[in-house]
Antibody, heavy 118, light 107 residues
Framework: EVQLVESGGGLVQPGRSLKLSCVAS????????MTWIRQAPGKGLEWVAS????????YYPDSVKGRFTISRDNAKSTLYLQMNSLRSEDTATYYCTRGGTRVSFAYWGQGTLVTVSS | DVQMTQSPSYLAASPGESVSISCKAS??????LAWYQEKPGKANKLLIHSGSTLQSGTPSRFSGSGSGTDFTLTIRSLEFEDFAVYYC?????????FGAGTKLELK
């Protein structure tokens, strides 16, 4: 059974940093692109970052480019999202998903809530 | 970016009824469209990909149709477990984009 379990969310002040983790199981992690998607309270889904199966390439929308960094450790089957210079508009539930920029997202974690507030 | 417009935003129905949700893309996306189901406390579930292909485990009462810019998710004979929020997503072009969602409520 495929499982994606996120952690690392919490309350953080504007301008500070936070690092999210996602532990994957039930599939060969290093065979798949991985993606972070977020959902602000009461809003829709927004693609945040994707990474190739090797970690060699990463992709971001303009809204987070230069502030967020997606990475992975294939030996640990773990995906990361380093979030710097956080803003109130980054407040959202962040989901770890299996998939990339040109496929559907077959599996999702249950999400971890990030709240950016002073 | 490709804009995805879902309608309606809210839909009230009763078990046993059939409902349809529309998703329109701002430009042609071929059949590169997925539908997801969101339920409280559960991971989002991929229902349909490639416009009309049921993901393994999706009940046959769900169906998807369309290509190009206009797509439809149809649920026949609604069951209680189907009351949820549904999203469409295009993956034909970078970046991937989602519709705003349709909340299917119990009448």
């Amino acid at each position: 059974e495929v499982q994606l379990v996120e952690s690392g969310g919490g309350l953080v002040q504007p301008g500070r940093s936070l690092k999210l983790s996602c532990v994957a199981s039930g599939f060969t992690f290093n065979n798949y692109w991985m993606t972070w998607i977020r959902q602000a309270p009461g809003k829709g889904l927004e693609w945040v970052a994707s990474i190739t199966n090797t970690g060699g390439s990463t992709y971001y929308p303009d809204s987070v480019k230069g502030r967020f960094t997606i990475s992975r450790d294939n030996a640990k089957s773990t995906l990361y999202l380093q979030m710097n210079s956080l803003r109130s508009e980054d407040t959202a539930t962040y989901y770890c998903t299996r998939g990339g920029t040109r496929v559907s997202f077959a599996y999702w974690g249950q999400g971890t809530l990030v709240t950016v507030s002073s | 970016d490709v804009q995805m417009t879902q309608s309606p935003s809210y839909l009230a129905a009763s078990p046993g009824e059939s409902v349809s949700i529309s998703c329109k893309a701002s430009k042609s996306i071929s059949n590169n469209l997925a539908w997801y189901q969101e339920k409280p406390g559960k991971a989002n579930k991929l229902l349909i990909h490639s416009g009309s292909t049921l993901q393994s485990g999706t009940p046959s009462r769900f169906s998807g149709s369309g290509s190009g810019t206009d797509f439809t998710l149809t649920i026949r004979s609604l069951e209680f477990e189907d009351f949820a929020v549904y999203y469409c997503q295009q993956y034909n072009e970078y970046p991937p984009t989602f519709g705003a969602g349709t909340k299917l409520e119990l009448k």
